[in-house]
């Protein structure tokens, strides 16, 4: 699975990271709903580092359509409700 992080670049997971990149996406989606920011930077921060410490950062020059696509790291809680709603930005595996 190809994730882009907005701003940063794109990295590869590997197949068997798409439970455990889920469960942050949705931890993320229940801190939006709440409208608890503490929660949300916790959990938008936790889901951009899984990204950053398990994915493989493609290279500038190689160009590949992003499955995924994740706000940048500055991204306000605001701005995060519209993006983390329902299945929030990673649908469940199947």
Known sequence: MIVRIS?????????????????????VVVAVEADDEA????????LLDFV???GEPLADDELVSSQIL????????????ADFTGEGLIPDPA
């Not at 701003?7 to 931890?27: K, S, T, W």
């Not at 929660?39 to 936790?46: E, G, Q, R």
């Not at 994740?70 to 409700?81: F, G, M, N, R, V």
């Open 70 to 81: 994740i706000p940048p790291a500055d991204t306000t809680l605001a701005e995060a409700e």
């Open 52 to 54: 950053r410490e398990k």
């Open 7 to 27: 701003g940063e670049g794109q990295y590869r997971l590997a197949d068997d990271l798409h439970g455990p990149v889920n469960d942050l996406d949705d931890a």
């Open 39 to 46: 929660a949300f930077k916790t959990t938008f921060a936790a």
